[in-house]
């Protein structure tokens, strides 16, 4: 992996001019020469969904959601197949978003500590640079406070998880109570966001509260999938087979607050919790098809550069789990879209793996400003264009274990175009190895006859397949690199 290597914007990356009503007359006056010396700064739009799976969009083929506005989107955009994040925790992941870093070093590492607010993030970066920035919706790092945070010139957010109905918002500094849904509001602080700027270079980050748990759905799309079937994963069920070869602890949970038998201290029912959040979405889109129709009317959505993400995936019974947390598929993919027609045709889907980790280089890079070298991300402007730049092909997982949530221990991954390999700390049980081209559903555990009881490293030495061992040598020494190149603590096992 280099994650320093970038392409740099190139000249023809088109640019929108200033032809805005009222500066017509104001262009033609103008000298060509002047004219030309100043175009117009891409505009950037960045929505993010909380809990969003990577497969709960329409033109993914969802048995349930219809979804017209993500799949306009995808239709004139790109789809990036392959895009997950680096830890799955809501917190975690927001703060990798924000600054191109892994948790550790960025160290939000739970749900509750708050981002220092001397950390450099792409708002703060854009803002210096001229840009009008934006933030409305849910922050959620460091929850006590909704205290406006430093890089954006507008804020509306509200403290911790907010509530779906009639919430406080902090506006500017200001509490403004609102009446009304939670998903319409921050849309129409939005919207008057981009109509309010649309005369000068803009970034509008937009991060819904949708869809996390409580799922309470708008009124008007209540009990809309009332009567559908609900589908189940393959790894679903209370089998020997589903969990032959995997870890103790993963079948202990199916009786926990984030396990199918247990979901939320035995107060959900599986097949209700699915329909209500499928309903939950619908505003989503919604809203999504609000910011577009927006943007056209103001003459700016073939030139603004929109990015439509989750911030982590979502387990709906996969190895009888729900929830995130996990290096499971359904836990660290997410839906990730891209759209500007003036920068690329759309239609198209991109197989290279995008990280949550890449979201700040890349917004920097559309807008013309230098990407720190201290961002481990690594700008993907270049393949939503079409160009052929060099790319990863593995990244480093990590989570963090949580006093309020036992029952997921710690792990520390890697996710290569091929494997994932898993190492849990804090417990003597299995590892897990996944060849996820054979193995999709990850049911076959290539590490699920080597139990640990002692010492991590061990694994190696219990390993009697020559290949095997072969290839768990590989896949561990990438990641203590990955970890050693980043400056994580250094452990005993990376020797190993």
């Not at 919706?137 to 907010?162: I, L």
């Not at 309010?196 to 803009?202: A, E, L």
């Not at 590989?474 to 190993?496: H, N, V, Y």
Request: charged fraction near 25%.
């Amino acid at each position: 992996m280099e994650p320093n290597q970038r392409e740099r914007p190139g000249a023809e990356i088109p640019r929108r001019s200033f032809l805005k009503t009222g500066g017509a007359a104001m262009a033609a006056a103008a000298t060509p020469a002047i004219a030309a010396a100043a175009p117009r700064k891409r505009n950037i739009v960045f929505i993010l969904i909380d809990d969003l799976r990577f497969d709960a969009m329409g033109f993914m083929g969802h048995p349930v959601l219809k979804t017209p506005n993500i799949d306009r989107l995808a239709r004139n955009g790109v789809h990036f197949k392959n895009a997950f994040v680096t830890t799955s925790l809501c917190s975690p992941s927001r703060a990798t978003i924000l600054t191109g870093l892994y948790a550790h070093q960025h160290r939000i590492l739970d749900n509750s500590t708050r981002l220092a607010g001397d950390i450099r993030t792409f708002p703060r970066l854009l803002q210096d640079e001229g840009y009008r920035t934006g933030f409305v919706g849910k922050w959620h790092m460091g929850g006590e406070s909704d205290d406006p945070r430093p890089g954006f010139n507008r804020w509306v957010s509200f403290r911790g998880q907010g509530v779906y109905f009639d919430p406080t918002f902090n506006v500017d500094g200001e509490q403004v109570k609102r009446e009304g849904y939670v998903t319409d509001l921050i849309t129409d602080y939005s919207v008057d966001f981009i109509r309010q700027n649309s005369d000068r270079p803009f970034m509008l980050y937009m991060s819904h509260k949708a869809v996390h748990a409580d799922f309470s759905p708008a009124p008007r799309h209540a009990g809309k999938y009332r009567d559908v079937e609900i589908p189940k994963p393959r790894s679903f069920g209370d089998t020997e087979e589903n969990y032959r070869g995997r870890p103790d602890w993963v079948r202990r949970q199916r009786d926990s607050w984030h396990g199918v038998d247990g979901m939320y201290n035995h107060t959900v029912d599986f097949e209700g919790f699915y329909r209500r959040y499928c309903e939950t979405v619908l505003a989503v889109d919604e809203s999504l098809g609000r910011v577009m129709d927006t943007l056209e009317k103001e003459g700016l959505l073939d030139e603004t550069l929109i990015m439509f993400m989750g911030d982590n995936g979502f387990q709906f019974g996969e190895h009888g789990l729900i929830d995130k947390r996990t290096m499971y598929e359904a836990s660290i993919r997410v839906p990730l879209v891209a759209h500007c027609p003036a920068l690329t045709r759309g239609g198209r889907a991109i197989d290279q793996m995008a990280l949550n980790l890449d979201i700040a280089p890349t917004v920097l890079e559309a807008a013309g400003v230098d990407i720190p070298d201290s961002m481990e991300g690594k700008s993907f402007l270049g393949l939503i264009a079409g160009r052929d730049i060099p790319w990863r092909t593995e990244f480093l997982y990590e989570y963090f274990w949580e006093r309020e949530y036992p029952q997921t221990p710690t792990v520390t991954g890697i996710r290569t175009d091929r494997y994932s390999f898993m190492r849990f700390h804090g417990i003597w049980d299995l590892y897990e190895l996944y060849d996820i081209r054979k193995d999709p559903d990850q049911m076959n555990n290539l590490l699920g006859n080597v139990r640990l009881t002692s010492e991590p490293g061990q694994v190696l030495n219990l390993l009697k397949d020559p290949e095997l061992k072969s290839l768990v040598n590989d896949l561990q020494g990438r990641l203590f690199k990955i970890l050693k190149d980043t400056g994580a603590r250094r452990e005993p096992s990376w020797e190993m």
